[in-house]
């Protein structure tokens, strides 16, 4: 059998902190390398630029809309001739490098036309030597039909999902995830994302998006693991920084906050969990001055104490005394 095109398929956005890894590892399994670069400010597109493989797409839309920038890129990827392979990820994210070695991947090769490919989802660890596993699987892999995609506006499917289609779920090769290597990025981003679902989908309750957005506080100890030397050596043996971590001191995401502000006045967010932030010292740093009006914490006595109970039951949230408070919460407006 003809083996396939590898196509690797990444919306961007001020992804520079990471993107170089990104490329460099996607470099070595992909053909194509499909960025769809969302307005960014930072050197996002010069580094895409010095990489042979990448084709630096544009997406010039103020919206986040995750299907709409799927659909581009699976369009882009489509005027590629021959038989094509799919593999979807974001930039913070990287196969585990056993890859290389590994049966798994020449069966992803040989996938018959309509096969979904799923992977493990592992987050490492601020320390880059530990991990944990998201209990689900991931269909981030299509060997491409011609399928239609459906897609949704925020955590969307990134590849057409046929019915009835095989599915082929990898074991050994899986998704090292980066986005927790660097935790205060993480809480701007998660931040942002609790705005977003404040606006976009405002019959959703506080306390559910608040659960949604703050799993990572309830990982259990046993469930965090030291990475394998196999995840990695294959990228170091090729000098690929595998460990650094560039930090920046306040990620996009606080702007747009700042932003949102500015559109809807603090006390719209107020049952969000984002006021451990000093929103004013941060709208001085970006803006070099104080800003038009007051940026305090909103929130009543009683919201403060209803944010660290959350806070405290996060890691018992499945608890039947904890899921019954919660929906009081909800049955009060929460």
């Known amino acids: 059998m003809e083996r396939p095109t590898v196509i690797c398929l990444t919306p ?78 974001d930039a913070d994210e990287m196969l585990t490098a056993n890859f290389m070695t590994s049966p798994e991947w020449r069966s992803v090769l040989a996938a018959p036309p309509g096969s979904i490919i799923g992977f493990q989802w592992v987050n490492i660890l601020p320390d880059l030597q530990r991990y944990w596993t998201s209990p689900y699987d991931y269909y981030w892999g299509f060997m491409d039909d011609g399928s239609d995609h459906g ?17 082929l779920t990898l074991r050994e090769v899986k998704v090292m995830h980066y986005q927790f290597t660097d935790w205060e990025r993480l809480e701007s981003k998660t931040r942002w994302y609790q705005c977003w679902e404040r606006i976009n989908q405002p019959e959703r309750r506080a306390v559910e998006v608040y659960r949604q957005y703050h799993h990572m506080y309830a990982v259990a100890p046993e469930r965090i693991q030291p990475i394998p030397g196999d995840w990695l050596t294959g990228y170091r043996e090729r000098g690929i920084d595998m460990t650094s971590v560039l930090r920046d001191r306040h990620p996009w995401w606080d702007k747009e906050v700042l932003d949102l502000f500015e559109k809807f006045g603090t006390a719209h967010f107020r049952r969000q969990n984002i006021w451990q932030v000093d929103w004013q010292a941060v ?39 904890i899921r019954t408070f919660d929906r009081l919460l909800g049955l009060l407006g929460w």
Request: hydrophobic share 35%.
């Open 151 to 167: 897609g949704s506006t925020i955590h969307s499917p990134r590849i057409p999902l046929p019915p009835r289609a095989p599915r």
């Open 12 to 89: 961007v956005r001020n992804e520079g902190w990471i993107l170089e890894r990104f490329l460099t590892c996607a470099s070595l399994w992909a053909d194509y390398i499909l960025l769809l670069d969302q307005l960014s400010s930072d050197e996002t597109a010069q580094i895409a630029r010095r990489h042979s493989k990448v084709t630096l797409l544009t997406n010039p839309s103020t919206t986040y809309d995750e299907a709409e920038r799927q659909r581009r890129l699976i369009e882009a990827a489509r005027c590629i001739p021959g038989r094509r392979l799919l593999i979807t990820l």
């Open 283 to 321: 709208y001085r740093e970006l803006h070099e001055q104080e800003p038009p009006v007051a940026l305090g914490d909103p929130r009543s006595r009683i919201e403060k104490l209803i944010h660290r109970w959350l806070a405290k039951t996060q890691a018992d949230k499945s608890k039947f005394p």
